[in-house]
Nanobody, 120 residues
Framework: QVQLVESGGGLVQTGGSLTLSCAAS????????MGWYHQAPGKQRELVAA??????SYADSVKGRFTISRDNAKNTVYLQMNSLKPEDTAVYIC???????????????WGPGTQVTVSS
């Protein structure tokens, strides 16, 4: 099994910044993708940013404000969030796609989520 530990959420004013981190541990042979989703109350979970094979992808709403990065040695993914807006308020959830062996299947692991609240 893979375990994810998220940190960095909190309360920030409009225009402020936060950095989220997500550290993966456990049965990991290789990581295919690491990413962040968010889910606001009453809304569906949405992709915020992802790193797959060195390529990054971002939701249109965060382009130019958020940056995703990864420390391969630590199996950790970061989300630097700048110029935060009230509409960014949500639970941010880390997702890792990994294999536990060379030929094993890709498995998805989700973190418990960390709350980000942006006050106006």
């Amino acid at each position: 099994q893979v375990q994810l530990v998220e940190s960095g959420g909190g309360l920030v004013q409009t225009g402020g910044s936060l950095t989220l981190s997500c550290a993966a541990s456990g049965r990991i042979f290789s990581i295919n993708s690491m990413g962040w989703y968010h889910q606001a109350p009453g809304k569906q979970r949405e992709l915020v940013a992802a790193l797959t094979g060195g390529r990054t992808s971002y939701a249109d709403s965060v382009k130019g404000r958020f940056t995703i990065s990864r420390d391969n040695a630590k199996n950790t993914v970061y989300l630097q969030m700048n110029s935060l807006k009230p509409e960014d308020t949500a639970v941010y959830i880390c997702k890792v796609e990994s294999r536990d062996s060379y030929s094993g299947p890709i498995r998805n692991t989700w973190g418990p989520g960390t709350q980000v609240t942006v006050s106006s």
